[in-house]
């Protein structure tokens, strides 16, 4: 029973895409918005993402990033922090934090993206 769940995992944080895509359409059966249902996938899937490209870099190119990961987000989280104390004079961490993540998705799903297009070009070489 360990070992399913763990190819569960492995196989989703492989292929973080397909979780994507079953996570949009569960939240659609359940007759959320559009949009709604695209902000839940996001949220639910950037971690997969994220796991997915370390792990891509680790094996592809020896590659030890998780730090430079870790640093980067808080980074940009702090980024935001600033921009909202600066122009809004209000700050919201929430507001912070998904605004931080979902960039995060979307650099992770082009790295993904990047790195299995030169995976499969280094294969082929």
Partial sequence: MVDVIIYIIAFL???????????????????????????????????????????ILNMTFDL??????????????????????KFETEVKITKAFKLAWRIYFLLFLFLYIC????????ELI
């Avoid at 492989?14 to 939240?27: D, E, M, Q, R």
């Avoid at 030890?64 to 104390?85: A, D, E, H, P």
């Fill in 115 to 122: 790195l299995v297009i030169i995976g499969i070009i280094i």
């Fill in 13 to 55: 944080t492989t292929v973080p895409f397909v979780l994507t895509a079953l996570i949009y359409y569960f939240f659609i059966k359940f007759h959320q918005p559009v949009w709604k249902a695209v902000h839940s996938a996001v949220n639910w899937t950037t971690l997969f993402y994220m796991i997915a490209v370390v792990l």
């Fill in 64 to 85: 030890n990033v998780i730090g430079i990961v870790l640093v980067f987000y808080l980074f940009l989280l702090g980024l935001f922090i600033y921009l909202q104390w």
